[in-house]
C-alpha cells in the first residue's frame, strides 16, 4: 500500500539552527513528490515539486531533495517567520490523486 | 485574481442537518479536491474529480456527496451530518500534474 511518511512531527529550532525534515514514501510509480507550507488559521501553500531522484530545488531558506526513498526538506539559518507546518504529497502514475503526509509541525525560537 | 474560493468560511450544524460547501476556482484548472483536516491527520482526500463531469472517491467519503456543476465549480454535500464530521475542509485545483492552489478552508463543527 502507498505511504506516505513525515518525521519528526514537529521541530523546535532555535533562530540560525539548520535542520532537515523527512519525507519518507513507499509508493509504486511516483510521479511527483511536492511540498508544501501551512500557516495556521490557512490553506496550505505550494513550495516545490520533485518528479526524479536526485532533483534538488531551492528558494531563500528552504532547499528540497529526493532519493528513490524518501525526500529532505532542509532548512537553513531559519527564521521565525519560517514557523509553519509543512507538507509533503504525492501523486503516482496512473492516479493523479494528490496525496498528503501528516505534516511536521515546525517553530522556529527567537 | 480570487484562485480558489471556499464558502462558508465557519458553520455550526446540529446533527442530521444538511448543508453543501461551495468552492470555485478562476484559474481554468481541470482537476478539483475536497479535503478534510483534523489535528494529528493531516489532509486527508474525501473526493476528486479530474475533469468536469467526474468524480472519484478518495480516503474518506463515507458520509460526503460531490457535485462537478462545471470546470470552475465543486460542491461538497453533508446529507445529514454528523459530530465526526467536526473539521475543516479545503478545497484545491490544480491544472495537472503541478502544484496545487488551496482555498482558505472551511471550519465545520456539528453539535
Known amino acids: 500500500e502507498d505511504q506516505v511518511t513525515q518525521s519528526p512531527e514537529a521541530l523546535r529550532l532555535q533562530e540560525g539552527e539548520s535542520s532537515s525534515l523527512n519525507c519518507s514514501y513507499t509508493?509504486?510509480?511516483?510521479?511527483?513528490l511536492f511540498w508544501y507550507r501551512q500557516d495556521p488559521g490557512k490553506g496550505p501553500e505550494f513550495l516545490f515539486t520533485l518528479y526524479s531522484a536526485g532533483e534538488e530545488k531551492e528558494k531563500e531558506r528552504l532547499k528540497a531533495t529526493l532519493t528513490k526513498k524518501e525526500s529532505f526538506l532542509h532548512i537553513t539559518a531559519p527564521k521565525p517567520e519560517d514557523s509553519a507546518t509543512y507538507l509533503c504529497?504525492?501523486?503516482?502514475?496512473?492516479?493523479?490523486?494528490?496525496?498528503f503526509g501528516t505534516g511536521t509541525r515546525l517553530t522556529i525560537i527567537p | 485574481n480570487a484562485g480558489v474560493t471556499q464558502t462558508p468560511k465557519f458553520q455550526v450544524l446540529k446533527t442530521g442537518q444538511s448543508m453543501t460547501l461551495q468552492c470555485a476556482q478562476d484559474?481554468?484548472?481541470?482537476?478539483m479536491y475536497w479535503y478534510r483536516q483534523d489535528p494529528g491527520m493531516g489532509l486527508r482526500l474525501i473526493y476528486y474529480?479530474?475533469?468536469?463531469?467526474?468524480?472519484d472517491k478518495g480516503e474518506v467519503p463515507n458520509g460526503y456527496n460531490v457535485s462537478r456543476l462545471n470546470k470552475r465549480e465543486f460542491s461538497l454535500r453533508l446529507e445529514s451530518a454528523a459530530p465526526s464530521q467536526t473539521s475543516v475542509y479545503f478545497c484545491?485545483?490544480?491544472?495537472?500534474?503541478?502544484?496545487?492552489?488551496f482555498g482558505q478552508g472551511t471550519r465545520l463543527t456539528v453539535v
Open positions: 484559474m481554468n484548472h481541470n482537476s
Open positions: 504529497a504525492h501523486t503516482n502514475f496512473g492516479n493523479e490523486k494528490l496525496t
Open positions: 509508493v509504486s510509480g511516483l510521479r511527483g
Open positions: 484545491a485545483s490544480t491544472p495537472g500534474e503541478s502544484e496545487a492552489f
Open positions: 474529480s479530474a475533469s468536469e463531469g467526474t468524480t
